[in-house]
């Protein structure tokens, strides 16, 4: 019963993150801002939905395969914010913090 | 050819095989050993050109180190981003941190564990230096001492040989 309630809140408390994330997305304006915020979502929210589950699921291959899956996004996850925020960069994007600065 | 090392990648490999297939039978153990052995064959002579097993060797003990600090890392620092998101005030800005590690293999990893906790993301790596986006309460700087989470990181991967 325990593990229920506990696997419910991991899910619970993910999607609760999801939404402030959510909300960050569109509160800010900034391109850099955003992307904080977005890997922010996809590591906090989608390692606490796949706990969640694991505890949910209890000893089986079932959540020995979410905590695989949990493994392979951990090394290859920020592969993505770090390409797209590199890019940016590279193309000579500006917060507009820098723009003032200058 | 056939090293520890090798060993125990076929080992792990054969283990996920296993867990892929959700059974365990002598066809099961054998079909993984054998697709373990291929693909640690063709990735040393196709894509390394040495061998996989020395080339990213990390013990056991520092890659369960590194995942349960950057787990608890990433639960703190998503925690303490949620008042910034709600009340809407954020700047970024980006700083080059020095790292004393040397081996490349040690800094890639602090660079995957700087992206993945929430708040900061690696932006670029030129040998030791690390240009790191954070928002702009966040104190990074060149010291290792007063930037405690990533020493701590570097603690766990500085035995690692490059």
Same mark, same amino acid.
């Given at each position: 019963m325990i593990f229920l309630w506990l696997g419910r809140f991991f899910i619970i408390f993910s999607m609760i993150f999801m939404l402030i994330g959510i909300i960050g997305l569109f509160r800010?304006?900034?391109f850099y801002l955003r992307i904080l915020i977005s890997a922010k979502?996809?590591?906090?929210?989608?390692?606490?939905?796949?706990?969640?589950?694991? #505890?949910? *699921?209890?000893?089986?291959?079932?959540?020995?395969?979410?905590? !695989? #899956?949990?493994?392979?996004?951990?090394?290859?996850?920020?592969l993505a914010s770090h390409a797209i925020a590199r890019s940016a960069r590279v193309?000579?994007? !500006? *917060?507009?913090w820098e723009k003032i600065d200058d | 050819m056939i090293n520890r090392g090798a060993i125990k990648n076929i080992c792990l490999f054969t283990l996920i095989w296993i867990l892929l297939n959700e059974k365990l039978n002598g066809f099961v153990v054998l079909s993984g050993i054998f697709f373990s052995v291929i693909s640690l064959y063709f990735t040393d002579k196709v894509l390394l050109g040495k061998s996989y097993s020395q080339l990213f060797h990390i013990p056991f003990t520092t890659i369960l180190a590194y995942l349960i600090y950057l787990i608890f890392q990433i639960f703190k620092s998503g925690l303490t981003a949620i008042p910034k998101v709600i009340k809407g005030d954020c700047r970024v800005k980006i700083v080059d941190y020095h790292t004393p590690l040397n081996s490349q293999l040690a800094i890639s990893l602090l660079a995957n564990a700087i992206t993945l906790t929430p708040g900061t993301i690696t932006i670029e790596k030129k040998g030791n230096i690390l240009s790191i986006l954070c928002f702009d309460d966040e104190e990074i700087t060149d010291d290792p001492e007063l930037t405690t989470t990533f020493s701590k990181y570097e603690q766990i991967l500085g035995s690692l040989k490059s």
């Open positions: 800010f304006k900034d979502i996809e590591t906090v929210g989608l390692l606490a939905m796949l706990i969640g589950l694991i #505890i949910l *699921s209890g000893v089986s291959f079932a959540s020995l395969k979410i905590l !695989l #899956i949990g493994l392979v996004l951990m090394f290859t996850n920020p193309n000579g994007y !500006l *917060s507009p | -």
